[in-house]
Nanobody, 128 residues
Framework: HVQLVESGGGSVQAGESLRLSCVVSGYRYSTYCMGWFRQVPGNEREPLASIDSDGRTSVADSVKGRFTISMSRDNDKITLYLQMDSLKPEDSAMYYC?????????????????????WGQGTQVTVS
């Protein structure tokens, strides 16, 4: 079965960097979109960045220039990364990775949370 496991969250000071990782196993589709989202209590889960099976990336305007998405593939294992630089207190949230057999751009915009069926458990990022 498909499993996504995030890691790399933690507590940092404003201006510092973190790199999140998401190991995706058991995913058999040859075409896909992988994405990073974040959520704070009471808010919708917000799309941050996505990458498709051809390596095309999209980054939300809210984090463009500070967050970078990348991916590595090794046989059946895919590892998704989110490099976060110049972190701000407002970046504090639970961060999730997601995967689905969809295009990363839907209706002219980034695919949203309801478009994804596979999710990790989340990793907390706190910036003070």
């Amino acid at each position: 079965h498909v499993q996504l496991v995030e890691s790399g969250g933690g507590s940092v000071q404003a201006g510092e960097s973190l790199r999140l990782s998401c190991v995706v196993s058991g995913y058999r589709y040859s075409t896909y979109c992988m994405g990073w989202f974040r959520q704070v209590p009471g808010n919708e889960r917000e799309p941050l960045a996505s990458i498709d099976s051809d390596g095309r990336t999209s980054v939300a305007d809210s984090v463009k220039g500070r967050f970078t998405i990348s991916m590595s593939r090794d046989n059946d294992k895919i590892t998704l990364y989110l490099q976060m630089d110049s972190l701000k207190p407002e970046d504090s949230a639970m961060y999730y990775c997601a995967a689905e057999e969809i295009p990363c751009m839907v209706g002219g915009g980034m695919a949203k949370k309801d478009d994804f069926g596979f999710w990790g458990q989340g990793t907390q990022v706190t910036v003070s």
